[in-house]
């Protein structure tokens, strides 16, 4: 050790700690491999490092975890591209653990170095890989060779070629279901790498084996399949080859199958086209939405909107508006809020008429849902709805909804409103706003509930950035400074507070003119923690006003709190004293 | 092996009925000496074999899982191709210990101010991966999964820094920092050290050649079993058994009156498949006692009740399986009905055949087969100890009336086993026309309180929806001189997955036996 240079000694630690007994010690070393491959040069990070790690394949899940991810960006370090091979072992070895994290992240570094291998190398070097997970004696390595088979096709020769769809194949029937689910999964992929002749013939045939397989939870990866394999396919092989097994899917007697094709059907309609859609999908969509499975309708409803934006304003009218209509009255919750929250989606969708007929009917019965997740979902998109029926509509038969939540037995609902308030404020305009909210936006300082208190003085800011200065003088700030004679010093905490958040939204001059007197004044509050609180509040207000008011008015309060009998207020006064100093300082 | 009754059922069966099996002891683990006490943390709670038949566990009262390897099976080479050489292994298992761990804990619930035992309910095996065994644990409350691994004890004999030296050398920038604890609170290294190779440090193109990778020696190996997952607080009432999904991600955990299904993958939730609590606690009679999965169909599940009946669910009609898709159970003889047939017809395990087509269930009398296909009644009961119904008064005022007793399948699906008192255990036929019923003593001597069966010959079968009810002893069992000690239970028992081999639990002792 006498020999190594001082400035060597960090890197020589990093090195030992590979093998510390310390997990967070090799943890790091692995993190910085880089750093240790620099400093031994590509050659022998080729013949000593990389090596090294293959044989290190027994450690903690992080720990190769970990060199999993650094392996995949090591080319440079080994020499680059042309060297990429010799990074091959110690992921194929990674390949096979246990662990999925740690086998997903190794497929995913040797599809990156595959990726930028060059042709000869990945059939010398990647497609023996491949093929020898794809025979590994456990399913943990063929469940991985599963993902590398897209980066080896393209590269490969026609018989390799050949031979690799035949060893995709063989996964697709093997005995451990864990391999068919990956092979499932990863079918798509690899199908994109695969000519058209052999697709239509070896991929489909496949396909076919996976979506009859016994196991549920590989038929549903199939679903997936679907759509990837139809955007592949010319459209008329997709409708005759596809299809069917969409539709059959869409009857399958499990539910998690029937939730799959729920959850994908929009893909699956832009795989098949819209007129196939119109013709054949509408069907299999309704009988999903009317499925007897809570979980299928749900995964249905989501896509609503999205569905009909596919079939146009006649065909949604007629098909799936009474299908919505039933689900809004659903047993389940989760339905309903499902629905709630893609709903507003239909009205660009249906236009005016049918929105205002049909529509508005079920946003009002779910504005009143007893479930405060179906109201909020609804709240939340209202500006689509403003959009196609207009404003005046939509305050007359929504507004009294919205105020009935605002006035609802649970906080946490009328939280939830309040956080809407602002959004609420921008779609519907002031004028709007003035009339029907702006009392509620006062009432909600004096709510009985914390965060209620807060969130509302949060709220208030948020509006004086919506509307301006101006209009925040008007109607925000006189009542707000109003209500500093509120007998209650909780109330008068909460004012103190609002007036912090809104001082930076009105600007130096109307801070000065208006709020900073209120705060003076506080800072004669009998109760102590109104006047820490004041003392809080001038700190803030520091870097508003001009550096001669900081002098003149604020820092003579802040000395006298500074004097106060009450310990915190004279901590907090002094704290802002401090604060004046450095403005002072730097100012 | 009874004489008398083997031979002529020879004669009167057809020749498809094997003979009944001559049973033999082959080992016992963990043997009493007389006198001996035996320690309640000692007590088997469990006992498993894993799907090659290659290795058993058991798992004790004293949170303990123990794991015992088959010997008679040559180690090079795969077993399979060896079997495919030469089918009939001459030798019947021979198992060795191979390793131990503690698996649970005892524990304190300080929310519900409730002590969690550490006594092992069920143990499970999973698929074998990488030469590593997996297993799942559970007792009453939290689910484990454990792997057990064969791992290189490395020693590292060369590095690059001598740490005698380095933390002798206190101004040495190291990454050990000298301090004992070189990691920050939070779990993070510290940096510090790096910082000496600033920007400007220029690495060679060749790298350094003083530097040198640490060099591991690695001789020993040794097992070690680490817990991979911990899958808790799902239950609020007791675990009774765990069963594993043949989708190979999935298992199911089921309580009192929950049964939840778990990711293998994921420990941090789970969904609720089937609860049958009332809303009012007050309206509940009927809990669940037991529950598996069907070996082959990954959507086919079976529960057992405290009121007799075992309902079948299909997973795929529903994510909330309360609904079951069959329901088995028998229909009381009306006039017999006692103060006991509630208490004595509660199930106290369920077992699938190895093909899924037949359902065990035991209660507390008898072993019941049922076929899934038939929801009418039993395919065949088998009272495992009626002697015992005179005295039911004594077995509820001892409690002995709640003991839950196993019940076991060959792999061929030709017999049945379930556990008794005095440390016996029967086995039986129930292929059609067979009419084995062997009584056997958990002992070096197993025959040794052989019961006399009945030598009257079993009828012959004409359908299979008739029910038939063997092995009924004569009421002079007793008269034999056998007094029947109701402390020394037989509770737990397993057949091996394909060849003639029984591993039963007596107390703390471990009795394996072949045919």
Not at chain 2, 470 to 483: K, T
Request: glycine share 4%; hydrophobic share 40%; with cysteine.
């Amino acid at each position: 050790m006498a020999m190594l240079d001082e400035p060597l000694y960090p890197i020589a630690i990093l090195i030992d700690e590979l093998k510390n007994e310390d997990i967070q010690l090799r943890l790091n070393s692995i993190r910085r491999l880089s750093t240790i491959a620099r400093a031994l040069g590509e050659e022998r990070t080729r013949k000593e490092l990389i090596p090294f790690l293959s044989e290190n394949n027994d450690d903690d899940d992080e720990v190769l975890l970990a060199m999993a991810e650094e392996l995949g960006v090591f080319i440079p370090y080994v020499g680059g591209v042309e060297f990429a091979h010799v990074l091959l072992p110690p992921l194929e070895t990674l390949c096979s653990v246990e662990e999925t994290c740690v086998r997903d992240k190794a497929v995913e570094s040797l599809c990156r170095i595959g990726s930028q291998m060059k042709e000869s190398d990945i059939v010398d070097w990647f497609v023996p890989l491949v093929k020898r997970l794809a025979a590994g004696e456990w399913f943990t390595a063929r469940v991985s060779s599963c993902g590398l088979f897209h980066i080896a096709y393209p590269s490969s020769p026609d018989m390799l070629k050949a031979e690799l769809r035949s060893i995709y194949g063989q996964l697709c029937q093997d005995d451990m279901p864990m391999v068919r689910r990956s092979a499932a999964s990863n079918l798509g992929k690899f199908a994109s790498t695969v000519e058209q002749s052999h697709l239509k013939t070896d991929v489909m045939s496949m396909f076919e084996d996976l979506t009859q397989d016994d196991q549920d939870s590989v038929r549903l990866l199939a679903v997936e399949g679907c759509a990837a394999l139809g955007k592949l396919l010319e459209p008329q092989e997709c409708v005759s080859h596809i299809l069917p097994v969409i539709i059959n899917f869409s009857q399958d007697k499990s539910w998690r199958v029937r939730y799959m094709v729920a959850n994908q059907l929009y893909e699956l309609s832009e795989a098949v086209g819209p007129e196939t859609t119109r013709s054949d999908l509408v069907p299999a969509y309704v009988r999903l939405l009317r499925d007897n499975e809570a979980e299928v309708r749900i995964a249905a409803a989501g896509k609503v909107t999205k569905f009909c934006q596919i079939l146009g304003p006649a065909l949604a009218i007629q098909h799936i508006l009474p299908c919505v209509k039933e689900l809004s009255s659903d047993s389940s919750q989760h339905v309903r809020s499902a629905l709630a929250s893609v709903i507003m989606g239909m009205a660009p969708v249906l236009g005016k008429d049918a929105t205002i007929e049909q529509l508005l009917p079920i946003f009002l019965s779910l504005l009143k849902d007893e479930f405060p997740d179906v109201r909020l979902n609804i709240i939340s998109k209202l500006d689509q709805v403003n959009q196609v029926i207009g404003i005046d509509l939509l305050s007359q038969s929504l507004l009294p909804a919205i105020v009935e939540l605002a006035e609802d037995r649970h906080w946490r609902v009328r939280l939830a409103i309040i956080e809407y308030i602002p959004l609420l404020a921008s779609q519907l305009g002031v004028r709007f706003f003035d009339d029907k909210l702006g009392a509620l936006c006062m009432q909600w300082l004096e709510d009985k509930v914390f965060s209620i208190r807060d969130a509302a003085a949060n709220n208030l800011k948020r509006l004086a950035e919506e509307f301006g200065p101006e209009w925040a003088m008007q109607h925000i700030v006189p009542q707000v400074l109003d209500k500093m004679n509120n007998p209650h010093y909780l109330y008068r905490m909460t004012f103190l507070h609002a007036i912090a958040l809104l001082s930076p939204v009105m600007g130096s001059d109307i801070t000065y003119q208006r709020l900073l007197p209120v705060v003076i004044n506080a800072s004669k509050d009998r109760v102590p923690n109104i006047k820490f609180n004041v003392a809080k509040v001038l700190q803030s207000l520091l870097p508003i006003v001009d550096s001669s008011v900081v002098e003149k008015t604020i820092r003579p309060c802040l000395v006298e709190l500074s004097e106060d009998p009450d310990v915190d207020v004279r901590y907090f006064a002094h704290q802002a004293i401090q604060s004046c100093d450095q403005l002072m300082i730097s100012g | 092996m009874n004489g008398k009754g083997g031979g002529e059922e020879g004669v009167t069966a057809t020749s498809s009925v094997s003979p009944p099996l001559d049973w033999k002891f082959s080992q016992v683990f963990g043997e009493r000496t007389a006198g001996e006490e035996v320690q309640e943390v000692d007590i088997i709670s469990a006992i498993e074999f894993d799907k090659s038949g290659d290795h058993l566990a058991t798992g004790d009262r004293g949170g303990r899982v123990v794991l015992f390897e088959r010997t008679d099976v040559k180690e090079h080479g795969s077993r399979r191709e060896l079997e495919k050489q030469d089918y009939s292994i001459s030798r019947h298992p021979e198992f060795r210990y191979k390793t131990e761990f503690q698996s649970h804990e005892p524990e304190f619930d300080y929310l519900k101010s409730l002590e969690i035992e550490e006594k092992i309910n069920k143990i499970r095996w999973c698929q074998t991966s990488n030469g590593a065994l997996f297993l799942l644990s559970t007792n009453d409350k939290t689910i484990k999964f454990w792997k057990v691994q064969e791992k290189k004890v490395k020693k590292v004999s060369e590095m690059n820094v001598d740490s005698s030296q380095a933390s002798a050398n206190g101004n040495i920038p190291s990454s050990c920092s000298a301090s004992p604890r070189p990691c920050l609170p939070n779990g993070g290294c510290s940096e510090r050290p790096y910082k000496y190779l600033s920007s400007d440090f220029k690495f060679p193109p060749g790298g350094f050649p003083t530097l040198r990778l640490p060099v591991v020696a690695s001789e020993d190996t040794s097992l070690i079993a680490r817990c991979r997952r911990v899958y808790a607080h799902a239950h609020d009432y007791h675990i009774n058994s765990i069963s594993k999904n043949s989708d190979g991600e999935t298992f199911i955990s089921a309580d009192d009156l929950r049964i939840n299904l778990w990711n293998l993958e994921i420990s941090n939730q789970s969904f609720n498949i089937v609860d049958v609590k009332p809303a009012n606690m007050e309206d509940l009679t009927e809990v669940i006692t037991s529950a598996e999965f069907h070996p082959m169909q990954c959507n086919t599940l079976a529960y057992c009740s405290s009121k007799g009946s075992i309902r079948l669910v299909d997973l795929r009609q529903s994510a909330l399986c309360d609904n079951h898709s069959k329901l088995f159970e028998e229909h009381e003889t009306p006039g017999t009905r006692s103060f006991f047939t509630e208490i004595i017809a509660s199930i106290s395990d369920i077992k699938f055949s190895k093909n899924g087509r037949h359902i065990l269930s035991r209660d507390y009398m008898t072993l019941k087969l049922w076929d899934i296909n038939m929801d009418s009644g039993p395919v065949a009961t088998f009272q495992v100890h009626e002697y015992l119904r005179p005295r039911l008064c004594d077995l509820y005022e001892n409690d002995s009336i709640f003991d839950k007793f196993e019940c076991c399948l060959s792999g061929d699906g030709l017999r049945i086993a379930t556990g008794s008192y005095s440390n016996l255990f029967r086995v039986f036929g129930c292929a059609s026309g067979s009419s084995e019923a062997t009584t056997l003593e958990a002992s070096k001597n197993p025959m040794r309180r052989q019961v006399q069966t009945p030598a009257r010959p079993a009828r012959s079968l004409s359908s299979l929806t008739r029910v038939v009810r063997r092995g009924s002893e004569s009421p002079g069992a007793d008269a034999n001189g056998n007094s029947h000690d109701f402390t020394t239970k037989l509770l737990h028992l397993a057949w091996h997955p394909n060849e003639n081999s029984i591993a039963c639990a007596a107390a703390n002792s471990l009795y394996m036996y072949y045919a």
